[in-house]
């Protein structure tokens, strides 16, 4: 079956503008996180969200990143005025249930901040 | 918090041979612990997983043990192939909580023909 889905596969864009990820989990799937892994580095956890709960955004970086998840499906992972260092490939992931449950990840959004 | 530490960081070895990748974590209270292959510009893609209450865990070449008085995990990979290179990282999580995956650095294992 179709597996986790994400938009754009790359995006180039200029220091202080904003960006929108895109991440379209697997059919069913209650739980869905969002990592970010820099170039050379393992996988940084974001934020995650469970059902309708309110999402964990224990992870992210600082107050220009946000996300929301719409219907329980799709998520939206924002960067506002982005920074050079916020070039990175960002990962999304979805598992059936919330704890531990094996995540499938998706092929990533790649992020240029020039 | 949870912090896993991963060694070798490069590992190169000749088609054939075994590979062995090393992870330590530092929570107790993990108690699932993934291992996940990413090859050039494609997401991580599960290979193998271990809970708590197993000691080891095979899959046809690909095997993982886990320790848990000595908190570390191991994978193990026989008869090496080509395109089994690739970027290995390996995770734990605490099962029943949020889940969120700590993972280690990463190592690039190389199996050269």
């Known amino acids: 079956g179709a597996g986790v889905s994400q938009s754009p596969s790359n995006k180039v864009t200029e220091k202080g503008k904003d960006v929108e990820l895109r991440c379209d989990p697997i059919?069913?799937?209650?739980?869905l996180y969002w990592y970010r892994q820099s170039l050379g580095q393992g996988l940084e956890f974001l934020i995650y969200?469970?059902?309708?709960?309110?999402?964990?955004k224990s992870g992210l970086p600082s107050d220009r990143f946000s996300a929301e998840r719409t219907g329980g499906s799709v998520s939206t992972l924002t960067i506002q005025r982005t920074q050079q260092e916020d070039s990175a490939v960002y990962l999304c992931?979805?598992?059936?249930?919330?704890?531990?449950?094996?995540?499938?990840f998706g092929p990533g959004t790649r992020l240029l901040v020039l | 918090g949870e912090n896993v530490e991963q060694h070798p960081s490069t590992l190169s070895v000749q088609e054939g041979d075994s590979a062995v990748i090393k992870c330590t974590y530092s929570d107790s209270a993990s108690n699932y612990f993934p291992w996940y292959k990413q090859e050039l510009g494609k997401g991580p893609q599960l290979i193998i997983d271990i809970r708590s209450n197993v000691g080891e865990k095979k899959d046809q070449r690909i095997a993982v043990t886990l320790n848990k008085t000595a908190k570390h995990f191991s994978l193990h990979i026989t008869e090496t192939q080509p395109e089994d290179s690739a970027v290995y990282f390996c995770?734990?999580?605490?099962?029943?909580?949020?889940?969120?995956?700590?993972f280690g650095k990463g190592t690039k294992l190389s199996v050269k023909p």
């Open positions: 059919s069913g799937h209650t739980a």
């Open positions: 995770a734990a999580s605490v099962r029943g909580s949020q889940g969120n995956l700590i």
């Open positions: 992931a979805s598992s059936l249930e919330w704890g531990g449950e094996t995540q499938y």
């Open positions: 969200f469970q059902g309708n709960s309110a999402p964990d």
